[in-house]
């Protein structure tokens, strides 16, 4: 999917949604089994940072995608420093949104 998409779909969960930013908070989401999705960058350093949370997501079979940038990340769910990773507990009007995403 288009990372532009993506962050989109991020924006509006955090404003109409519930969303939990950086990995621990991600982890105990996909542990949980609340995450809806869940979205990391690709330039994390070190990427064992976020390793764990494919073979998680998988196990709990919850979507994961990816982006380029943590900034970027960040900036989507409206902080000002980077987020390695962020969950999706409640998708508020980004519903259909990840809805269509499972399905591609």
Same mark, same amino acid.
């Given at each position: 999917m288009d990372e532009s998409k993506i962050l989109h779909i991020v924006e509006i &969960?955090?404003?109409t949604g519930k969303i939990r930013i950086g990995t621990n908070e991600t982890t105990k989401a996909v542990e949980r089994g609340i995450a809806k999705l /869940?979205? /990391? &960058? !690709? !330039? /994390? @350093?070190? +990427? #064992?940072v976020i390793m764990h949370l494919e073979p998680l997501c998988n196990?709990?079979? =919850?979507?994961?995608?990816h982006v380029n940038g943590k900034m970027d990340? $960040? +900036? *989507?769910? $409206?902080? @000002? /420093?980077? &987020?390695?990773?962020? *969950?999706? =507990? #409640? #998708? $508020? !009007? &980004?519903k259909k949104d990840i809805a269509d995403m499972k399905k591609e």
């Open positions: &969960a955090k404003n /869940v979205v /990391v &960058a !690709d !330039d /994390v @350093t070190p +990427r #064992e196990e709990k079979k =919850i979507p994961l995608a990340l $960040g +900036r *989507a769910c $409206g902080v @000002t /420093v980077p &987020a390695a990773s962020i *969950a999706i =507990i #409640e #998708e $508020g !009007d &980004a």
